[in-house]
């Protein structure tokens, strides 16, 4: 990599970077953190890149979800069993409607610092920074709190190893073992969606009994009884990416060993800017964020100073319009990345062009909305003759009230109930699991690859 080192970036101009008070502390924070052992090996987020090839092909299908923001106060055993668990159900529901396999990564264990739209707030007249994210500064109103505090990072570096190795457990443990389907379940999953997951569960008992009976066990067949999971968050607290870098000893490559999957924000893709100058030496796969003000003539640059080989896998194209922009910019993109003939995965996130204010003062998103990007995504892609090769969500396995719609009819007046998150509104695990079955149809039309067109094409 030519003229490229792990703190390069620091010559470039930086958007949204933290400005701390005590730059003695935050470097000898730093120092510390990059002598702590990486959260991810090299060999697995190659392993993840290899498999994003099969997605840019159309033969599987990435599926990316999680909070908008991890939080301190949020951070619980169960929280992370009931994300596992929902990731699981849509992946199912998924590959039961795809016959195609689903990749799965976590906004999770390391998700923390967010871009924001204002760098103040005020409230009831007095200013104050505002929140970035938990490790950077505190979500109370109060001038201490929103102070950027190094030592946060730490905490963070923590919750994030933490989390992830109660996620391995998870996948390799025997949770995500396919005969114990029913123990993903959810309580307060509503009715419908529950016997819909249910007829599932049994369509998967009996593909196993079936198997089994053809000589096919659980306890021979690893894939059966475990779960490649993998992790991902947006590549943006920069002096944090650059401690966790480090030199792949098997290759001599630099990988940055805090998430197997990295994502450069809507707000920090400028081509000359810090966050691509980090991304572009790191050989993490990469997500960019692909909003309204992206031009197609930068998209094209863009890809080529992050995949100059082009590496398949290594670019996923997460674009983020809203239901009323994605049929007048999308298809713009696609045509321009068809032409250039670059190697890419086109995945929805139909979380980010949807935000709205309540008639009740929150932040919201309607489910109607969501449901309508994604299939218009669907839909383009259809017309395009290309392939849309994932779903990027924000989400929780827990029953809060954040979005309005769904099956729950969660109306503006319910917001305040159950509304948790600390930074954008995510969907409810009830939600999660009925977009996976709205958006099952659009899925099945969309693959292209399965046991009969492998046959035919043999
Ligand atoms: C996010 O994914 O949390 C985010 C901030 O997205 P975007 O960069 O697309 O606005
Ligand atoms: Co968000």
């Not at 055993?77 to 529901?93: A, M």
């Not at 204002?118 to 929103?146: A, V």
């Not at 009715?191 to 998967?204: L, M, P, R, T």
Request: hydrophobic share 35%; charged share 25%.
């Amino acid at each position: 990599m030519k003229n490229w080192k792990p703190n390069s970036w620091r010559t470039k101009t930086g958007k949204h970077l933290p400005v701390y008070e005590n730059e003695a502390k935050l470097n000898e924070v730093l120092k510390e953190i990059s002598k702590f052992p990486p959260l991810v090996f090299a060999g697995e987020s190659r392993t993840l890149k290899q498999i994003l090839g099969d997605v840019s092909e159309g033969k599987a299908f990435l599926f990316q979800g999680g909070d908008c923001a991890e939080s301190f106060e949020e951070f619980h055993p169960d929280n992370i069993r009931d994300l596992f668990k929902v990731i699981l159900q849509v992946s199912l529901i998924l590959t039961v409607s795809s016959h195609l396999p689903i990749v799965k990564i976590g906004r999770v264990a390391g998700q923390f610092s967010k871009p924001r739209s204002s760098s103040t707030e005020i409230i009831n007249g007095k200013e104050l920074p505002s929140y970035l994210g938990d490790n950077i500064n505190g979500m109370k109103f109060d001038e201490q709190s929103r102070k950027p505090d190094p030592i946060r990072l730490l905490k963070s570096y923590s919750q994030s190893a933490a989390t992830l190795n109660l996620l391995r457990a998870f996948s390799q443990g025997g949770f995500a073992d396919l005969s114990k389907v029913h123990l993903w379940n959810m309580d307060f999953v509503n009715k419908s969606a529950d016997k819909k997951f249910k007829e599932i569960q049994n369509k998967v008992m009996d593909a196993l009994n079936f198997m089994h009976a053809c000589g096919i066990t659980i306890e021979q067949n690893r894939r059966l009884r475990t779960v490649n999971f993998y992790t991902s968050h947006e590549a943006l607290h920069l002096p944090y990416e650059e401690a966790m870098t480090r030199v792949d000893s098997t290759t001599g490559e630099y990988h940055d060993t805090s998430a197997h999957f990295l994502w450069i924000g809507d707000r920090t893709r400028q081509i000359d800017g810090a966050h691509v100058e980090f991304c572009r030496g790191i050989k993490n796969p990469i997500g960019i964020k692909c909003g309204p003000s992206l031009d197609a003539k930068e998209l094209i640059k863009l890809i080529e100073v992050l995949n100059p080989e082009d590496e398949a896998g290594r670019i996923t194209l997460i674009a983020r319009f809203g239901h009323d922009k994605v049929e007048k910019f999308l298809p713009k993109l696609i045509q321009a990345v068809k032409k250039s003939n670059k190697k890419v995965i086109w995945s929805c996130d139909p979380m980010h062009g949807n935000t709205i204010k309540s008639t009740t003062g929150f932040k919201t998103r309607p489910f109607k909305d969501i449901i309508s990007e994604v299939k218009s995504f669907f839909d383009i892609h259809q017309g395009e003759g290309t392939y849309a090769g994932g779903l990027h969500i924000e989400m929780t396995g827990k029953n809060v009230t954040e979005c309005i719609g769904g099956a729950q009819n969660i109306t503006d007046k319910d917001l305040s109930s159950r509304y948790h998150t600390h930074c954008d509104p995510r969907l409810n695990a009830n939600q999660a699991i009925e977009l996976a079955f709205l958006i099952s149809e659009e899925i099945k039309k969309n693959s292209k690859y399965s046991i009969n067109s492998i046959r035919k094409a043999s």
